[in-house]
């Protein structure tokens, strides 16, 4: 239990941090960013053993990033979806 309240503590405090920065460009989320995100979470499930998660950045009442990662349940092993 106390991992995965640190994992939520972290994955929160990540997407406050870059849900506050500036975006220059106009298109809302950079791939490098989307790409980062992506690598470090995949890195937290595998560490913390977390079969599957979905997770949506919001800046300024508008979705930036949505991904879905891992498996709904480990029996069917049907995918995340990120709705």
Not at 21 to 49: G, K
């Amino acid at each position: 239990m106390h991992r995965r309240t640190l994992l939520v503590s972290v994955l929160v405090s990540l997407c406050a941090v870059v849900a506050c920065q500036e975006q220059e460009r106009s298109d809302p989320v950079e791939e490098e960013f989307a790409l980062t995100l992506n690598t470090y979470i995949e890195a937290v499930m595998e560490t913390f053993e977390i079969p599957g998660l979905t997770i949506a950045v919001t800046r300024g009442g508008e979705v930036v990033y949505i991904g879905a990662f891992g498996v709904r349940s480990l029996d069917s092993g049907e995918p995340m979806k990120a709705e």
